[in-house]
Each structure stands twice: as structure tokens, then as C-alpha cells.
């Protein structure tokens, strides 16, 4: 018999209490959430919440994390709970799940929904899911196949929050983070400054005018022709990386339209001065809001 969804929650809460692997599970937790890491954790609104934390590092524990002998705890849940063919099809599964950062391709609301991953679609029949998501959204989720194209989610599910644009959507296998990764990200680490960056000023201004007034100032100052640019001309540059799946090359145009420098504080300074303009530009696919608008505590953002 194929796995259920009651199963799957079976399965890992046998990882989140068995006493065999009380110890094994806490040096786990410590690296998941990076107890001895540097920073202060300061999570994205929506992911601070203990249960939600809970599930994600229970996911990774028991179909992520490997035992001593290789195996998932998972697998040793099922080798606890399962006996024969049924122990036999619970391992295959367990085997062959997967993380994924996949794009929310349909929905059928009430009954599930369809993932899509580039040249990969997956099926998952999840109630609570399709009440969740909407078409175009972006999950981080452990699957796990139970056959004939169906997956089941494991535990600790997220809505990626930021949108993730046609570009990298394209090409979304080359930016598949690991579960400790989007932990990372979602724990917003804050360290110390160093003294050189402490001397650079982060502008963060109203409009996309105001940001290219500024920088068009300081670029008249020193000379620097290529970071003259009117607003228009920007705001066509910073889509056409947005939209594309090469975001970093932008600081990379924006070195090169600086031209030498004396110092890294230099150069952060012009960069600190693109990336204000980057986050005041309209964004077209989310009804021209800016990322600084989008960030707004008062703005409807999901986790």
C-alpha cells in the first residue's frame, strides 16, 4: 500500500520523539537552526512562529538528514512501524523524496495542486495545500511520490515570500537552496558591521525620482558619465535584470559603470546608491509596487 498523508505525519512524528535518536536529533536541531552561528536571528515575518520553525527543522530531520548508516530517520520510522510489502513501498518512497523550490502551476481548490519545476510537474493531493496556495506562487517542500505521478508534501511546507520573476522561473533548477539554506534566509542574520561598511550610507528613499536625483548628484560630482541616466532609462535597466535570470550581473554593471575606484568603500558606496534605485523601481508584476512598498508592514505578505 502506497503512502498516505496520515502516514507521512506518522512517520515524522515518530522522528520528533523516539528516544533512540533524542541525541542524534538535538546536535541536528543545533545545525539546522544554527545555534553557534554568528548574528542576531531575526525572522521574516510569518516564519518566527515555534510551530511553523518546528515543522520546517521535523521535515529536514526526518527526510533530509542522514543517519550514521545513511539512512533517513524516516526510514527508520518506517522500519519501526511497517512490516512487508507495506515497509517494502514506504522505504521507495522515503528514498526517492526530494526538495524542491517549485512553482505553483495550477490549483484545484479543495482537492490539490500541480507543481511545476522547469520540464518537471508533480502532482500533490493536498487539500490543505490548495487552500493555501494560489497559481503562480512559489513552495519550498519536501515531496515524497506514492505513484502514477503523485507526490505528498512532508511536513514544514513554506510560501516562499519573495515573487520569483518569468526569468527565474525559466531556470529555477539552478537556484534549488537546500533546506538549511532557506532556514538561513528566513532568519535574516544580523552581525556587527565592519568598520568599512559602518562608512557607507544605505539611502532609502520615497521614489524611484528621488533615487536617481541622488545618485545623478554624486555621479555629476566625481565624473561618472555612465551612472547619469534619467529615470526611465534606469527603470528599463533594473527590469530587464529583473526579468531576467541573471540578477547579480546588475552589480556587476554597476562596477563597471563606476569605473576604478580607490577603496571597497567606494565601490559599496555607488552600489548602496544602484540598490536604492533598484528598490524603488516599479515592479510590473506586482501592480507596480516597488520592493520597498512591498516591504511594508502593512502589505499583505505570506510565509
Not at 175 to 187: A, H, N, W, Y
Amino acid at each position: 500500500m502506497p503512502l498516505t498523508a496520515s502516514m507521512v505525519e506518522q512517520l515524522a512524528e515518530w522522528c520528533s520523539r523516539s528516544d533512540a535518536l533524542a541525541d542524534i536529533r538535538s546536535r541536528a536541531r543545533s545545525d539546522y537552526f544554527g545555534y553557534d552561528e554568528p548574528g542576531e536571528v531575526k525572522y521574516l515575518t510569518g516564519a518566527e512562529e515555534v510551530n511553523s520553525r518546528e515543522r520546517r527543522f521535523l521535515g529536514w530531520f526526518a527526510f533530509s538528514f542522514r543517519l550514521p548508516d545513511g539512512k533517513y530517520p524516516s526510514e527508520q520510522a518506517a522500519a519501526a512501524m511497517l512490516k512487508g510489502d507495506d515497509l517494502a513501498a514506504a522505504l521507495k518512497s522515503i528514498q526517492s523524496s526530494r526538495y524542491v523550490m517549485a512553482m505553483v502551476a495550477m490549483v484545484n481548490p479543495g482537492r490539490g495542486m500541480v507543481l511545476s519545476l522547469e520540464d518537471e510537474d508533480f502532482e500533490l493531493p493536498s487539500r490543505q495545500l490548495s487552500r493555501v496556495f494560489k497559481k503562480g506562487d512559489t513552495i519550498c517542500t519536501h515531496i515524497i511520490p506514492v505513484g502514477r505521478g503523485r507526490w505528498l508534501p512532508g511536513p514544514g511546507w513554506l510560501l516562499w515570500p519573495i515573487r520569483v520573476m518569468p526569468g527565474m522561473q525559466a531556470s529555477l533548477k539552478s537556484f534549488q537552496l537546500s533546506p538549511i539554506d532557506v532556514e538561513r534566509f528566513l532568519q535574516q542574520r544580523r552581525t556587527e558591521p565592519s568598520e568599512e561598511s559602518k562608512k557607507v550610507e544605505y539611502p532609502r528613499d520615497a521614489t524611484l525620482d528621488a533615487a536617481v536625483a541622488r545618485m545623478t548628484e554624486a555621479a555629476q560630482a566625481e565624473g561618472r558619465k555612465e551612472l547619469i541616466m534619467a529615470a526611465d532609462e534606469w527603470k528599463r535597466l533594473v527590469i530587464s535584470y529583473m526579468m531576467s535570470d541573471k540578477i547579480a550581473e546588475f552589480g556587476k554593471e554597476i562596477v563597471s559603470r563606476v569605473g576604478e575606484v580607490d577603496s571597497a568603500e567606494d565601490i559599496n558606496r555607488w552600489l548602496a546608491l544602484a540598490m536604492n534605485i533598484w528598490n524603488t523601481t516599479p515592479q510590473p508584476d506586482r501592480g507596480g509596487k516597488s520592493a520597498y512598498e512591498i516591504g511594508r508592514p502593512d502589505d499583505d505578505k505570506r510565509v
